[in-house]
């Protein structure tokens, strides 16, 4: 079992106004096989927190700890986290014209575990993965989300998770654009993932409907930087139910 732990994490940005405090001491500890939810309105620091954890420099941590297993996941390149065992599933999957799918896919994945995996296996497993997620076959062949549509380009972000088999996902609003169709077949995915190697999952997302195919084992509620309530499954319902409203009123 492998556990991440973030500890009193507090990060700000610059900004043409000064320094500004998004996280205001978050503490949150995922084991493997164990499924988080953070919920909360916009701006609360969801996806700051997601972009901390996988290195994104313009995010300044100013005090606390994120630590994979004990080793200090701050000190770490964003690359030296990926091969630790943590991957991003980015709200905003970038184009990367130039390099085609399957070069990049067995690039990262060679750069992940150190050594080319089998061509031969490979192959197969990429196959497999792309008809489970419904990827036409010839995008393998195709630059890296160049003209995929919103949809498409989450499903690539799955592909990648299937693929590389990380300890930890986070998934910044993966369900964000997604019809009914998509969201299944990204959900399968990602519980594929979980049932074949105990992956811990940190999901990111302002609504439940994700939730009735990822079944989550503790639900973060973000307002304003910081966690204001936990609880179990039952807490995303009254979420939905009743919105962020009684948060909000608290810091106003």
Same mark, same amino acid.
């Given at each position: 079992?492998?556990?991440?732990? %973030?500890?009193?994490?507090? /990060? #700000? ?8 405090? !998004?996280?205001?001491? &978050?503490?949150?500890? %995922? ?18 927190? =997601?972009?901390?954890? $996988? ?5 300044? /941590?100013? #005090?606390?700890? %994120? ?5 200090? &996941? ?12 943590? @991957? ?5 999957? &970038? ?7 399957? +070069?990049?896919?067995?690039? $990262?994945?060679?750069? !992940? ?14 196959? $497999? ?9 010839? @995008? =393998? +062949?195709? +630059? ?41 077949? /990204? ?9 074949? *190697? ?7 997302? *302002?609504?439940?409907? %994700? ?11 973000? &307002? ?25 009123? /608290?810091?106003?």
């Amino acid at each position: 079992m492998s556990t991440l732990e %973030i500890k009193d994490l507090h /990060v #700000s940005i610059d900004t043409d106004q000064g320094t500004k405090e !998004i996280l205001k001491g &978050v503490t949150l500890t %995922i084991k493997t096989g164990e499924t988080h939810a953070i919920m909360g309105p916009n701006g609360s620091g969801k996806s700051t927190l =997601a972009s901390t954890i $996988a290195g994104h420099p313009r995010y300044n /941590v100013t #005090s606390g700890e %994120i630590l994979l297993d004990g080793e200090n &996941v701050l000190e770490m390149s964003v690359d030296a986290r990926a091969r630790a065992g943590l @991957f991003l599933a980015m709200q905003y999957p &970038v184009e990367v014209p130039g390099v085609t799918m399957t +070069n990049f896919l067995r690039t $990262a994945k060679t750069a !992940i575990d150190g050594t080319a995996p089998s061509l031969r296996h490979w192959t197969k497993d990429v196959k $497999a993965a792309m008809a489970d997620l419904k990827i036409d076959a010839d @995008f =393998a +062949n195709r +630059n890296v989300n160049e003209g995929f549509s919103g949809g498409e380009k989450k499903r690539v972000e799955i592909l990648q998770l299937e693929l590389f088999k990380p300890k930890f996902a986070i998934l910044d609003e993966t369900d964000s654009g997604l019809d009914v169709d998509a969201l299944k077949v /990204v959900s399968e995915g990602v519980n594929r993932a979980q049932a074949e *190697h105990q992956m811990g999952t940190l999901l990111i997302t *302002h609504y439940t409907r %994700i939730l009735r195919y990822i079944k989550p084992d503790f639900v973060h509620v973000f &307002v304003d930087g910081a966690i204001a309530e936990q609880g179990g499954p039952e807490l995303a319902d009254r979420l939905e139910e009743e919105g962020y409203d009684r948060f909000l009123a /608290v810091k106003a």
